[in-house]
């Protein structure tokens, strides 16, 4: 649905993206991830159009956004940090200049309608915007984003300003959109990104340093894939039950934790998920699990670790991704710079 191919972007002499490569299917829900000044943020205003680049390809469903830009964004939604609203207009007001100026072909009164109620503004499409809380006017934006049913939804930080309530209820909107939408979702929220998304892209210093699912990446980089397992039980039969368990390569108590109730740290074997079997099993033995956790790194570690690594060529050492000798590095250097020449 999206194809990114060798992006690069110059301001001047400051290269801002460095020959980025990524493609997102349909269907797709994909955590797009950087700290400040990273680049992200250029590269997702290139996909949706507003900026040009100074080498590479971007297409979105087939369509390249520089030969054919009017057709490619037709296919995209793109919700920005701060929305562009017309704060004098009232809601159904500017979602149906929104609809014209998009020249949307659905029932202009039913479409808009239903995605108010959707985003749930239907109860203030008649407030003018500028009489709106923060977090109602975050999904007024998010409704102009829909208008038009578009194929592919680039959302920016879209729960800003958002109680904890109806941040709920956004992640479930995401989720659902992405069962018929690509989504490309940045956030600084970390738990927001891990609660929606399947795979995750980390950009720094204008560079894709990581792409993969949350759990592969806290596999590379965890030293410990372990789990913590609390249980009122006899110690010595409980270990003899789990290190019974298929995939389990060892089982240690770490003795008594509280009244009755042992701790016992159970190491997997590589690339095994033994959690649900694990649980199978206290359930099967008759014992009260108190707490199940793992020790595996969290999706904010991944990213203090990648991000804070000396540079990128050592954060894709951590994850085994730096496959380039320092002769095609060399060589790849050249290439681009008399690109950019050229």
Do not use: W
Not at 3 to 32: C, P, Q, T
Not at 261 to 281: C, G, L, M, Q, W
């Amino acid at each position: 649905m999206i194809e990114v191919k060798n992006l690069s972007k110059k301001y001047g002499s400051f290269l801002a993206v460095d020959d980025v490569s990524f493609s997102i299917e349909k269907g797709e829900i994909v955590g797009f991830l950087g700290p400040n000044g990273a680049g992200k943020s250029t590269i997702m205003n290139i996909i949706t159009g507003y900026l040009s680049f100074t080498k590479g390809s971007v297409t979105v469903d087939g369509i390249d956004i520089i030969d054919n830009p009017e057709a490619a964004k037709r296919r995209i939604g793109y919700l920005p940090e701060i929305p562009p609203l017309y704060m004098d207009m009232k809601v159904k007001e500017y979602l149906y200049f929104i609809y014209d100026l998009k020249k949307v072909k659905f029932p202009k009164a039913a479409h808009i309608s239903e995605i108010m109620k959707l985003v749930k503004i239907d109860n203030v499409e008649n407030r003018l915007i500028k009489n709106l809380s923060k977090g109602y006017r975050q999904r007024v934006g998010f409704a102009g984003a829909l208008v038009g049913n578009p194929d592919v939804l680039i959302l920016d930080e879209p729960t800003v300003g958002l109680d904890p309530k109806q941040i709920i209820e956004i992640r479930e909107l995401i989720s659902k959109l992405g069962r018929n939408h690509t989504i490309i979702l940045s956030s600084h929220i970390l738990s927001e990104i891990q609660a929606v998304c399947k795979r995750v892209i980390i950009i720094n210093k204008g560079q894709m340093i990581a792409d993969d699912t949350p759990e592969n990446l806290a596999q590379k980089l965890s030293y410990d894939n372990s789990l913590n397992a609390r249980i009122i039980c006899d110690e010595k039969d409980m270990i003899k039950a789990l290190s019974s368990v298929e995939g389990v390569m060892s089982v240690t108590s770490l003795g008594k934790a509280e009244d009755k109730a042992y701790e016992f740290n159970i190491i997997p074997k590589e690339n095994t998920d033994v959690r649900a079997a694990v649980f199978s099993k206290i359930k099967e033995s008759g014992k009260t699990l108190l707490s199940f956790s793992s020790n595996a790194v969290s999706l904010e570690q991944i990213f203090l670790r990648l991000t804070e690594a000396a540079d990128n060529d050592e954060a894709r050492r951590l994850l085994g991704t730096d496959d380039l000798t320092e002769e095609n590095k060399e060589s790849e250097e050249d290439n681009y710079d008399s690109d950019f020449q050229a």
